[in-house]
């Protein structure tokens, strides 16, 4: 989270009645990192040993440009679309492509401005949006599952929000359907709180960007290997579509909006802090889900942010089950 917004809740003119301890990760990160440092729960022992900071080898395959996001393919059987966070690049997702690309036909994106990949001009979130309901007609998809990270998970919802006989199953990994909401601000704070953290963002330089993206990532993940393996790529997007996109996922709600999805629909959340810390997050998550039709929501034991790397066997588990029994994928 930026400077820039922790300050304005210092001020109290972000009025939470959640602590900022104590907020999902999604909520206290504004995303998934790009942003300055913040306070993180006490974090329980990550659920199993971390991985070499070394990426697992994925099949190179063409790249493909989209408007506002390239995609990399991989695989082939039932489609399923990846999604980084903010700031990520596909290669976030490398672990999930080596473990599914024998079963599934994936789609994984990156973003306009992020990763290192070239900004676009005008709002970067709703083009998105369009653009990947477009891909998915274009290509001749058949209802493709869409899994998203952080960002990625809210672009999942919203995606299915609004072309609900378009996609599949959807899977948010700890991204919620408003992040303003989770922190219980007003709308109109909110959006004077997002429009400083985007001018805030804009004005930094390649450095300071890249020192803030590595402090951030630092809390959003356990292992000190995977923050070096994600930042490598992370800190090479662009400060001003960083800040932008946050401000578009801050000043947007899609709560109700969901009511619309009518896709089975996964969230993960995090599962760190105290027992009541715990608590109140999980009602957090839950309450943003209520209106999603068909849902289920699972916290991953030791982990923070990033689901697919703190809590490994979890997510694979979860997730391989989740789409199998969906897509009907040959094991």
Known sequence: MSVTFV???????????????????????????????????????????????????????????????????????????????????????????????????????????????????????????????????????????????????????????????????????????????????????????AAAMRDQMASLDADAFAAQTRASLTGLMVSPDDVATVAQTAVRSDPPTVGKAMYEMLTRDLRQDVAAIESDVLLFGPGVGTPEQRTMVESVYREQMAAVPTHEVVFAEGSRHFVMLDARAFFAETLDAFLDARLGAAK
Do not use: K
């Open 7 to 193: 300050s304005f809740a210092r001020q109290g003119v972000m009025r939470a009645r959640i602590s900022m301890r104590i907020l999902p990760a999604v909520v206290l990160t504004a995303l998934c990192g790009g942003c300055g440092p913040t306070t993180t729960p006490t974090v329980a022992p990550a659920a199993e040993p971390a991985r070499p900071a070394t990426s697992p080898q994925v099949t190179p395959e063409p790249v493909s440009e989209h408007g506002s996001f390239s995609v990399h393919r991989h695989g082939t059987g039932p489609a399923v679309i990846l999604i980084p966070g903010l700031t990520c690049g596909a290669d976030v997702w490398d672990e999930t492509v080596q473990r599914l690309e024998g079963r599934y036909e994936l789609h994984v994106l990156t973003l306009s401005g992020f990763a290192g990949r070239p900004p676009i001009d005008g709002p970067l979130l709703p083009r998105v949006r369009e653009d990947l309901a477009a891909y998915i007609r274009a290509e001749g998809l058949r209802r493709p599952a869409v899994v998203g990270h952080s960002l990625g998970g809210f672009m999942a919802l919203w995606l299915g929000a609004t072309e609900p006989d378009l996609v599949g199953p959807l899977v948010a990994v700890d991204g919620l359907p408003s992040l303003a909401a989770a922190m219980n601000v007003p709308g109109p704070q909110v959006e004077a709180a």
